[in-house]
């Protein structure tokens, strides 16, 4: 199956600081999906984005679907930013995601 | 709009015990797919149902079945309890083949 890499595994930054979080793919996708991961369990949505780039307030994505990986902008982080960030990708549709394991973002005060 | 709904979001089971979890998709939805999720590591894919029939499985023993009704809500069923079922059981739901999105999970504790 697919394989999906995350780097780094951890980070820990001062409170406006930015940051860059990697994801790289085995394969073609056609789906491919950001999470944050809240300290109850929920995985909010961020991004779906199988190609290009977007952006969400202090948060941005580009996806190289041709090199096969994502990255995760973090601008002027706050402590609300803490928590795990996923990338999640699926051949096909987004019904059968394939997750990475994941970064652990620690924002400091 | 309700976002995806699961229940209960906490349980604790013994060994050998049977569970069943309960997700309510988003309205209009009609693909729900279930994922485990061990302490420290990423959700893993158990199942995905589309219009009532299985249409994706993962790599899962067969104490893990699941069924999706009619209202297109889902039910993951596991048998025989083992320690290391304990995890949170995610369900997501997708329109066609757009993003997915989660409920707050179940966290299952067995003992």
């Known amino acids: 199956g697919i394989q999906v890499e995350q780097s780094p595994p951890d980070l820990i930054l001062q409170e406006g600081a930015n940051s860059t979080l990697r994801c790289n793919f085995s394969?073609?996708?056609?789906?491919l999906q950001w999470f944050h991961q809240n300290p109850w369990g929920q995985l909010i949505n961020l991004f779906y984005i199988p190609s290009g780039t977007k952006q969400n307030g202090r948060l941005s994505a580009t996806t190289v679907a041709t090199e096969r990986y994502s990255l995760l902008y973090i601008s002027s982080s706050q402590t609300t930013d803490s928590g795990v960030y996923f990338c999640?990708?699926?051949?096909?549709?987004?019904?059968?995601?394939?997750f990475g394991s994941g970064t652990q973002l620690t924002v400091l005060p | 709009d309700a976002g995806v709904t699961q229940s209960p979001t906490h349980l604790i089971k013994t060994r050998g015990q049977h569970v069943t979890l309960r997700c309510s998709p988003i309205?209009?939805?009609?693909?729900v797919s279930w994922y485990q999720q061990v302490l420290g590591q990423g959700p893993q894919f158990i199942f995905q149902?589309?219009?009532?029939?299985?249409?994706g499985r993962g790599n899962f023993p067969d104490r893990f079945s699941a069924r999706q009704f009619p209202n297109y809500s889902s039910e993951l069923n596991v048998n025989a309890l083992l320690l290391g079922d304990s995890a949170l059981y995610l369900c997501?739901?997708?329109?066609?083949?757009?993003?997915?999105?989660f409920g707050q999970g179940t966290r299952l504790t067995v003992v």
């Open positions: 999640a990708v699926d051949r096909s549709s987004a019904r059968q995601l394939t």
């Open positions: 394969d073609s996708v056609n789906n």
């Open positions: 149902y589309y219009e009532k029939e299985e249409r």
């Open positions: 309205s209009g939805h009609k693909s």
């Open positions: 997501a739901s997708s329109l066609a083949s757009r993003e997915a999105f």
